[in-house]
């Protein structure tokens, strides 16, 4: 099978990732706050309950060794379809059920993201990533603009079962290109840390793991946990609709996209990297000014924009996505691009892939359940509009150690 056909029947099968997360990350946590009646300790145990779990199941689908990376990868976007059908079916009485969903939906993650790492590395068997991560991070930013819309509309005009139907609709089509994924090697190694590490050690890559696996811890608590949970919540406080909610977060994605793509062709490896740290470093800045202006300032005081009259509090909750709409692609794109190069820098056998794999999903799975560990101990203090915002900047704040990582891996290992 050509090449090109495998990247397009996988890129289209990997869109079931894509419309879930874009669900997940926009609308979830809103779902299960108006389901609990805004208990944040129940939407934190959910995302505890899935990430720890997660890394439990993904144990058990490695040693499925009947199954092949495909087979896996079919099956975790069937569990994907099957969480929209179970959400559609039991509506709000999921709220009873919320351990037992988050296990379910772990379930489903393992069989899909464990593949699917692998599968992207194999796909690429030029070697590639830069090329292929920035047509996905594309792709993935289209459907951030299209869907967000179309679900906060769906939400608006019929609650959530319209966007529910929406979803099931989207990862069907997932599905079945996934059944035109082949032409490279489907087997996978068996879990086995201590002998991975071992591996690592006789190569000499001891110290980039290190520096790897705090890249990963941070990235957990900065752009890919529950910075993003916090981000969504404030946002809908302030502009109450999820039609409001998806506008915003599809009107952040355009932004995103001008952002790899200008990233992608102006910029090079080597003086990007040097961007990082005082990024991250403005970013923190930035939103810690918004944060306090959040706090003392009448965020219901009106101001007239042209022929447009909107709150002090719209505008502040539009710099914040804007502030991150601008640095999360950035981050996101050059992290992927690096996980995968230095999967090959270390020359990680077919063998040892799995446990690449494994060992940063612990990695970010740990650091995600101590963010919500986090939440869940301030929400016991108090849980409103001032408080959030300090959350954010805390969090916000550990952007800078993952750029630091990130810079010092990419000048260490990647550009000499």
Known sequence: MK????????????????????????????????????NIVDVSIYYITFFLSYLVCLLI??????LNLVSMFRIGIFFNLMQCIILLIAGEKIANYIILFAI??????????????ILIKRVNKDGNFQNYITKDQILKYTISIILPIVLGYCISKNSYELAFIVLIVLISISFIFSLFIKGFDLNHGKINLRKFFENINNKGNRKLMILLSFRTLFRGLSSFGVLSTLITIITFLVVSTELSLGSISSFITVISIVVIYCTNKFLKKDKLSKLFI????????????????????????????????????FVLILLYNIVNGISNPIFE?????????????????IEDEPNYVFWFEIMINLSRSLGYLILIFVSKIGFNLNIISILIVGFTLMYIAFAYTLNKINKDYLLN
């Open 61 to 66: 689908v490695n040693r499925l060794k009947k």
């Open 104 to 117: 379910f939906a772990s379930v489903g993650n393992a069989f899909y993201y464990y593949p699917e790492q």
């Open 333 to 349: 794109t050059s992290n992927s691009v690096l996980y995968y190069e230095c999967m090959c820098k270390q020359e990680i056998s």
């Open 3 to 38: 090449q090109s056909n495998v990247w397009r029947s996988f890129l289209i099968s990997d869109l079931a990732g894509k419309v879930i997360s874009v669900f997940k990350d926009v609308f979830l946590g809103i779902y299960f706050l108006k389901i609990t009646q805004g």
């Open 278 to 313: 005082p990024m991250s470093i403005i970013q923190s800045i930035v939103v810690i000014i918004l944060t306090f202006s959040m706090m003392y300032l009448d965020i219901n005081h009106m101001i007239q924009v042209g022929t447009i009259t909107i709150s002090v509090g």
